[in-house]
């Protein structure tokens, strides 16, 4: 059975995002990916199979080899839901700031 998962599921495993970053500046293979963890090979092919079921992977294979890619595409969905966030915490961080600069330490 083919289970779509969703990719906040995907991303709530410590191992999943160290994936991530592993492959969003260069294409790797599986076997490449795996000799960065303390695991079995099988675990991460387990992790490499809920990232692609979820497109936050993408394949493709040259020669005998398959390599893996960020979709960045997909990973826009995770930055589109921090955003308002991230732009709440900025703010609460610029007020704060204004406070401090403000601020003058009785004598």
Not at 94 to 100: D, Y
């Amino acid at each position: 059975m083919n289970l779509r998962r969703d990719v906040f599921q995907a991303i709530a495993d410590p191992t999943r995002r160290a994936i991530l970053l592993l492959v969003a500046t260069q294409s790797l293979t599986a076997g490449a990916i795996a000799s960065n963890f303390d695991t079995a090979r099988p675990t991460v092919s387990k992790h490499l199979q809920i990232l692609t079921e979820c497109e936050l992977l993408e394949q493709k294979q040259t020669g005998r080899e398959i390599y893996y890619h960020i979709n960045a595409k997909n990973m826009k969905e995770v930055a589109d839901f921090i955003e308002p966030f991230r732009k709440m915490w900025d703010d609460r961080f610029n007020k704060l700031e204004e406070v401090m600069k403000n601020y003058k330490p009785k004598q």
